[in-house]
């Protein structure tokens, strides 16, 4: 993972205008997403973002984050294409301490906040932007690197997401930071959680996925 270039105020302000201020709620996806869950209803958000301003968007990843983008081009040695736009709310969980237990159940993972690295081909990243000021109270993305997963691990029993110690280690890069701020990671080799909010508090986040695509 690495700290990308910062959004622009004006990238910022577009998704906060046309998406979190009219507090327009992807209805069908937050169902999904909540679907077979026990309790915590609702506690996971997901936001429409129609065809033009995925379009709106797409122009300010290639404007804002040029340098960034041509990096990963250069390191893959292919051109990198965005696969998927998200915009999401983390809330507040209730029992929070169940999720200190050995092992979890599916049913209990509201929003990703499990240890897990994600199932997708080795040539997917994910890029996160802060949408607001994160502090460790609004619940920012755990991760840790490569090398820190492998001893992660080896030292928490880990055998899935539902079944491995909780105890954080040393190598634990919390995502916190100003608004706009943003992180790029390979999701499919570092293992990475959601945090849980404090009471009252929340995470806005813009999730793009991109994908290197031989040529």
Request: charged share 30%.
């Amino acid at each position: 993972y690495f700290k990308g270039s910062k959004a622009s105020k004006e990238f910022i302000d577009l998704i906060q205008k046309n998406i979190i201020n009219k507090n327009d709620v992807d209805e069908k996806t937050t169902e999904f997403l909540n679907q077979n869950k026990i309790g915590n209803k609702k506690k996971n958000i997901s936001f429409n973002v129609n065809p033009s301003l995925r379009n709106k968007i797409i122009e300010f990843i290639k404007r804002d984050f040029k340098d960034d983008l041509l990096g990963l081009e250069n390191y893959y040695n292919n051109k990198i294409s965005i696969a998927e736009i998200q915009v999401k709310r983390n809330l507040p969980l209730e029992n929070k301490e169940y999720y200190n237990r050995y092992t979890r159940t599916k049913e209990f993972e509201i929003y990703s906040n499990y240890y897990h690295v994600d199932a997708y081909v080795n040539t997917h990243i994910k890029m996160f932007i802060n949408l607001q000021d994160v502090s460790e109270e609004d619940g920012p993305l755990h991760i840790y690197s490569k090398s820190s997963t492998r001893k992660f691990i080896k030292e928490n029993k880990y055998k899935n997401r539902q079944n491995y110690l909780c105890k954080e280690l040393n190598g634990l890069y919390v995502n916190s930071g100003m608004v706009g701020e943003t992180l790029f990671a390979n999701t499919t080799e570092c293992l990475h959680r959601a945090g849980i909010p404090k009471e009252n508090r929340h995470r806005d986040i813009l999730f793009i996925s991109f994908i290197a695509i031989p040529e």
